[in-house]
């Protein structure tokens, strides 16, 4: 969809140096990407009481297997 909007231009300085995008069109999908993303992403503290541990679970074992 093709869209018309003034962005700020200092604004748009900031995002291009944080970002590899090297056009404003590349730019804006990047952001429109992670704004997505992080809205989707779910709140930790939403989960808070809803998680049940099997009896004996033990954590720290569960960490020595890791490599």
């Given amino acids: 969809m093709r869209t018309n909007i003034v962005i700020d231009d200092d604004l748009l300085e900031d995002a ?12 804006i999908h990047e952001a429109l990407r992670e ?3 992080l809205r989707k992403r779910k709140d930790l503290t939403e989960l808070a009481g809803s ?8 954590h720290k074992k569960l960490r020595k297997t890791r490599v």
């Fill in 51 to 58: 998680i049940e541990f099997y009896k004996g679970f033990d």
């Fill in 35 to 37: 704004f997505v993303q």
């Fill in 16 to 27: 291009f140096s944080v970002s590899q995008a090297k056009t404003k069109k590349d730019l």
